[in-house]
């Protein structure tokens, strides 16, 4: 496999005349790209039931275009999956199964903003999963032919796409499955969300989920989202079983590499749980299309701050981001629950030199409902404090809040902006 | 999909933005709600400045022209792949779904609070029909979008039987008129750059004048041999 980084580039063989390939890629090598990403689809590449065409339409010659791109001296980065766009889906397959995903309209749409939802078939369920995973095991069998350095494959991402923001997961069978791994009883559930469950099929019901959402919106949307992951996880390992993934297992990724951003002197952090995201646009909360006040606060506040943020050149990171300290002042946009795995790192920032904001007030709870322990893992923290604000040595940096934190208004933006621990600026007057 | 055509990128947000501001269907402010029951989930003051998200809808200056999104007792539905009208392609969110022709229950109910707003709302339907029904007359199109001071837009149809085979921007590598009039049967390219008005009724009754002239058939020679 290449080490250095290389230039690369989207490149959709399947959009482009193919009798044009070799001098496109030529033009991209001479430009100084060393690597195209494509996205092989399930809805070009099937679009009759049980017939797979990598080789009679000229636009879907894939052998053919991983020749051309190795003969141009370009490595291929495929993915296969659910990206948002129309050629995912064969229109035969639109009918199968059972239950459906719920997925927002806008993802379908670059940049739309359409908040209502689509009915897709789910990928938990058989029928439909298993058409798909014919389609991957044929699609394996002839990328595994094209493997750098005899061919110019280096890696292969499974990219679930639109699944990833499916408000229906609760409707797949082995939902409670993953809900019993995070409640071992059902007692357990009703503990934490003061509910009257007498099993897990009832508290993973339609009227079950509205119960929960009623009950700890927050926590509701965590536990959701933990079994949709756990759900995806699964569909995963199913697709890694097949025979003809075996020689491919190696350039198999789930995830693509995120890109290291420059470290900026101000970054706005923001919990997404009760906010959804898909295709550059976010969406908020809304299993089986319910929704919840807090979720539309979440989703007012995210809409609010995305478009001062473009205006004002700040970036937006969504809450657990990977790596390092993406800014000199982090402003973090939580509410009273934050995930132990952000709070973690939040802290491991402060620690390394961070000033970190939290102009709504410190989190206090996470997803166990614990009491999150600010300062559990550094010395006693030196507080200092001017009856406004609250301000607290952690290792070499310092996490400051307001005294009393009062509810976002519209000039939020404003606000945030200025909080960074000056007396006069850090609390609700 | 033609296979023989070159990739023409769809139409993205942006693209439209950019649409409605040669248009100049951006300089007027209005508030957008949407709700789901009695809960807020968006309120936005739509305008020449841009887009300005409120966290309190009630806050919000009562003298705008509000539309209003009310989604039944959960989020509408829609079909995933319906075909979009040609309004719904060129005009950004939340305007485009005043042309929605699905029935509102699925998409959730729209109302607009001012009748004039309301009324150039379906005026300015009318004109994008004027505009289709241009765009139909030869099998490959291309409108251009002027304006001062903004990059022009180019946006390309392919039409066969009053169909969009293709519809998408038109990249600068492949605006050659000549090129270009080698895809079809017939190739017109069509150019705009309406005036500006300070209303939005007026903005909307010049989009309808220019666009319906567009669609009126060229005159023929008189078919009279003697005429008066």
Do not use: D, N, Q
């Given at each position: 496999m290449p080490e250095s980084s290389p230039r690369s580039t989207e490149f959709q063989y399947w959009e482009e005349p193919s009798a044009q390939w070799a001098s496109r890629l030529s033009a991209l090598k001479a430009q100084g790209t060393d690597e195209v990403h494509c996205f092989i689809p399930w809805g070009l590449h099937e679009s009759v039931r049980g017939i797979r065409d990598f080789s009679k339409t000229s636009k879907l010659r894939l052998e053919r275009f991983l020749s051309q791109a190795h003969a141009a001296g370009i490595t291929v980065r495929v993915t296969v999956g659910f990206p948002p766009r129309r050629e995912s889906l064969p229109d035969w397959a639109l009918p199968l199964g059972e239950i459906s995903a719920l997925v927002?309209?806008?993802?379908?749409?670059?940049g739309a903003q359409d908040l209502a939802l689509t009915r897709i078939p789910s990928l938990h369920d058989d029928p439909f999963f298993l058409e798909f995973l014919e389609f991957v095991s044929d699609t394996f069998a002839l990328l595994s032919?094209?493997?750098?350095?005899?061919?110019?494959?280096v890696g292969v991402h499974v990219d679930w796409g639109v699944y990833k923001a499916d408000q229906g997961a609760s409707l797949a069978g082995s939902y409670g499955n993953f809900l019993q791994e995070r409640y071992p009883q059902a007692s357990l559930i009703n503990i934490r969300y003061g509910a009257t469950f007498r099993d897990y099929a009832t508290a993973t019901s339609a009227q079950g989920m509205r119960v929960l959402l009623e009950k700890r919106p927050w926590l509701a949307a965590y536990d959701y989202k933990h079994c949709r992951a756990r759900l995806l996880q699964d569909r995963g390992e199913a697709l890694l079983n097949l025979p003809t993934a075996g020689p491919l297992t190696d350039l198999l990724a789930f995830e693509m590499p995120q890109v290291r951003a420059e470290k900026a002197s101000w970054a706005i952090a923001v919990d997404p749980t009760l906010l959804e995201s898909g295709a550059e646009s976010m969406y908020p909360f809304t299993p089986l299309g319910f929704a919840h006040a807090q979720a539309g606060a979440a989703f007012r506040l995210w809409e609010h701050l995305r478009a001062k943020a473009t205006r004002g050149g700040a970036k937006l990171h969504l809450l657990p981001t990977q790596g390092d300290c993406p800014a000199e002042r982090v402003t973090v946009v939580a509410g009273r629950f934050l995930e132990l795995q952000s709070a973690r790192l939040l802290r491991a920032w402060a620690e390394a030199g961070a000033r970190v904001c939290f102009p709504l007030g410190l989190p206090q709870y996470d997803e166990n409902l614990a009491g999150i322990d600010w300062k559990a893992s550094s010395p006693k923290p030196a507080l200092r404090g001017d009856g406004l604000t609250r301000r607290w040595a952690m290792g070499m940096g310092e996490f400051v809040f307001p005294e009393s934190p009062g509810a976002p208004e519209n000039d939020f933006w404003d606000k945030l902006r200025r909080f960074d621990g000056e007396p006069h600026l850090g609390a609700t007057p | 999909m033609s296979w023989d055509l070159p990739h023409f990128p769809p139409v993205t947000e942006a693209d439209r933005l950019a649409i409605a501001e040669h248009l100049g269907l951006q300089s007027f402010s209005f508030l957008y709600t949407e709700k789901v029951g009695k809960e807020f989930l968006r309120a936005v003051v739509y305008g020449p400045g841009g887009a300005e998200a409120l966290l309190n809808p009630d806050a919000a200056d009562s003298h705008l022209p509000r539309l209003e999104r009310q989604h039944p007792g959960s989020l509408a539905e829609r079909a995933p792949f319906a075909a979009d009208n040609l309004a719904q392609v060129l005009l950004p969110f939340p305007l485009r779904l005043w042309f929605e022709t699905r029935p509102a229950e699925a998409s959730g109910s729209l109302t607009c609070s001012d009748p004039q707003w309301a009324r150039s709302l379906g005026e300015l339907g009318q004109a994008i029909q004027a505009l289709e029904t241009a765009l139909q007359r030869t099998e490959i199109s291309v409108l251009e979008l002027t304006s001062e001071g903004r990059e022009p837009i180019r946006l390309f149809f392919h039409c066969v039987r009053k169909r969009f085979l293709v519809l998408g921007r038109l990249p600068e590598a492949l605006a050659d008129k000549e090129a270009l009039r080698r895809l079809g049967a017939s190739f017109q390219w069509i150019q705009l750059s309406p005036a500006a008005f300070s209303t939005f009724s007026g903005q909307v009754l010049e989009l309808r004048q220019v666009l319906e002239t567009l669609s009126q058939p060229a005159k023929a020679a008189s078919a009279d041999p003697l005429p008066l």
């Open positions: 927002p309209a806008g993802i379908w749409k670059w032919l094209y493997r750098f350095p005899e061919g110019p494959l | -």
